[in-house]
């Protein structure tokens, strides 16, 4: 196996019970009573959770195994299931699973699909060689890859199936619009679907660098450390949804950061700057001081060399994260002068048919959460048809 560069990361309108999750009936106008709401259960795990999935920098420097990497024969096999859609006539968007042929390639999504679901909450493909093709070639490939994952759902309100990750000129300060398309730094969180994937074409000319935690292992050093503060995280915190507003909501969302139910554990990483652009919103519940301090602690620990790592992207790097066990980051960047060779990722999201059973407190965000179904994706009224743009500076938030 080639060697592969791991780097430690450096610290840089509703009313809910807390703990319960019994069904409240509501009473509409005269007294009359309305249909039975479930509350959602806060109660916190009962302490360190653990498990595979609580890895620490250290294990994955030891086992570099969530590695799989591309062979001349897998890459052939991908060139040739592009073509073939190509040659019948399929859009990018049309492309399944069952049309799209990987008999060699699908046994390492296999392996890959468990590395994310009960291994490490991640897997890489390595190998991809993106500067031998053109953009609709790369497109159908990574969609096609990613189909035999999981089923592809919209990350924006244009209905960008594939988003471009890269800095256009975006305002840092536009409450409007996320900061994926800046060179702003991007604190660890985590993207409303089962899966994000990241397709590397190119890098930046300095920083940029992904980084990625485990939510379990940074729950768990928090229980330990003050159950106080974790516990804290398992009540909601008040977050933007920076202009994308499902149907019936306010502009706001409260979500924890820790969820569990039935033995299971669902995180929740919001960005910091939408946490503290939320504040704007006057009829939007403030944090409390307890949970200030949680915050603080949560991301202190989430940027701790023992609980981050770094993992530099090369081109025809195909990262694929499970959003509820792994958060992820970003380092701000310093682009090259020459547009063609800007610091450029491909971001896909996917709905795992067999994912996780998860909190109903997630629904705040992402609406669909059943088990077995699409869910996820930004599911709005307004939301454009689904597209995929070709052009990398097409804005997403425009």
């Keep these: 196996m080639p060697h592969v560069w791991l780097h430690q990361v450096t610290a840089a309108g509703r009313s809910y019970h807390p703990h319960s999750n019994a069904l409240r009936l509501r009473r509409g106008q005269g007294g009359a ?14 302490g360190p959770i653990g498990g595979p999935l609580a890895w620490q920098s250290a294990q994955l420097s030891e086992d570099t195994s969530w590695v799989h ?51 490490f909450g991640f897997g890489y493909m390595r190998g991809l060689p993106v ?9 159908r490939m990574y969609f096609g890859l990613s189909a035999h994952l ?14 471009h990750v ?16 800046t060179s702003a730094e991007l604190s660890f969180h985590s993207d409303a679907c089962d899966v ?11 920083g940029g660098e992904s980084a990625l935690c485990s939510a379990i292992a940074v729950h768990d050093e928090m229980m330990r450390r003050d159950p106080d503060l974790c516990r804290a995280l398992y009540q909601p915190v008040t977050v933007d949804r920076r202009g994308e507003i499902p149907e019936g909501k306010q502009p706001w969302m409260r979500i924890p950061v820790f969820m569990w139910q039935n033995g299971e ?3 929740y990483a919001p960005l910091p700057d939408y946490i503290r652009s939320a504040k704007r919103f006057e009829d939007a519940p403030k944090l409390t ?45 310093e682009d090259w002068p020459n547009q063609a060779d800007k610091r450029h990722l491909m971001r896909i999201w996917i709905s795992l048919p067999e994912g996780r059973e998860l909190h109903p407190a997630i629904a705040e965000r992402w609406i669909h959460i059943t088990r077995g179904t699409v869910r996820g994706g930004v599911n709005i009224p307004n939301r454009k048809a689904l597209i995929i743009p070709m052009e990398p500076m097409t804005p997403a938030f425009s």
Aim: with cysteine; charged share 25%; hydrophobic share 40%.
């Design 33 to 46: 009573m309305n249909i039975a709401v479930r509350i959602p259960d806060y109660s916190p795990a009962p």
């Design 69 to 119: 990497h591309l062979g001349p024969d897998d890459i052939a096999e991908l060139e040739a299931a592009a073509e073939k859609s190509r040659s019948d006539g399929l859009a990018i968007l049309d492309i399944r699973k069952d049309n799209f042929a990987l008999p060699l390639v699908s046994r390492k999504v296999e392996l890959l699909r468990h590395d994310i679901m009960n291994r």
């Design 131 to 139: 500067q031998n093709y053109d953009r609709d070639t790369v497109m």
């Design 150 to 163: 999981g089923d592809v759902v919209p990350q924006n309100r244009n209905g960008h199936m594939i988003g």
């Design 166 to 181: 890269l800095d256009i000129g975006t305002d840092v300060n536009d409450y409007n619009k996320r900061l994926t398309q």
């Design 196 to 206: 994000v994937g990241l397709l590397c074409l190119h890098t930046a000319m300095h």
């Design 265 to 267: 554990f669902t995180g």
């Design 289 to 333: 001081e307890l949970q200030e301090r949680a915050l603080d602690l949560f991301f202190t620990l989430c940027c701790d060399p023992q609980f981050a790592v770094r993992i530099p992207f090369e081109p025809g790097d195909f990262q694929f994260v499970h959003n509820h066990v792994v958060f992820h980051s970003r380092t701000a960047f």
